[in-house]
């Protein structure tokens, strides 16, 4: 069964320009999660839907950030425009049902120069 | 909110040995605890985790302690191997209908040959 799966791994942009990250769950998993970590810090909760919905978006640091999870699969992560504190590394972590174990992706490895 | 903390950066053990990482929580309506491992390039991976009426709980070679009084929570490895090495999270959702997780500053454990 395949985990949890991000594309791309490493992304570097420009400050400004755009970039778009691809989560998909593992299958059958209606909840999806977003989180991040800056150099340096924590494991921080972005978002979290249950399949399409937004459930929980209180860790969404600004409106630069949108989420969405279109048909209940897989899921993206834009953000518009970056700036150089969204460096980190953004994982994405699915579950079968609520408070149960999330498994996580590989992550992407996000650089805004 | 919840915060997650004892962060001890490093840990070092040998070969064989038995490691103990610990980690502490604040919010006492938290009701489940997970461990991560998180190797290099890699996401965390589920390792072990424990609900609130449980205070031990064993998997294979891995031991999770919750002490809900002084709200500490540890993991014991036995027999440390090398493949050990890694970041350790804990992660702990707080409850009350939140379902995300709040993630430790990990511990990083180096195993000696």
């Known amino acids: 069964e395949a985990g949890v799966t991000q594309f791309p791994s490493h992304s570097v942009i420009e400050k400004g320009q755009t970039v778009t990250l691809r989560c998909d769950p593992i299958?059958?998993?209606?909840?999806l999660y977003w989180y991040r970590r800056v150099m340096g810090k924590e494991i921080k909760f972005l978002l979290h839907f249950v399949k399409e919905s937004k459930q929980d978006e209180s860790g969404m640091p600004n409106n630069r950030f949108l989420a969405e999870r279109t048909g209940g699969t897989y899921s993206t992560l834009k953000v518009q425009p970056a700036e150089l504190e969204d460096s980190g590394v953004y994982f994405c972590a699915s579950s079968y049902t609520l408070n149960t174990e999330a498994f996580f992706g590989q992550g992407t490895r996000l650089t805004v120069v | 909110g919840e915060s997650v903390g004892l962060h001890l950066p490093t840990l070092s053990v040998q070969e064989g040995d038995n490691s103990i990482i610990n980690c502490a929580y604040s919010?006492?309506?938290?009701?489940?605890f997970i461990w991560y491992k998180q190797e290099s390039g890699k996401g965390p991976q589920f390792i072990i985790d424990i609900r609130s009426n449980m205070d031990k709980r064993q998997g294979q070679r891995v031991t999770v302690l919750l002490n809900k009084t002084v709200k500490h929570l540890s993991l014991q490895i036995a027999a440390t191997q090398p493949g050990d090495s890694a970041v350790y999270f804990c992660a702990v959702y707080s409850g009350a209908g939140s379902y995300q997780l709040t993630f430790g500053k990990g511990t990083k454990l180096s195993v000696i040959p």
């Open positions: 299958s059958g998993h209606d909840n």
């Open positions: 919010n006492s309506a938290s009701d489940y």
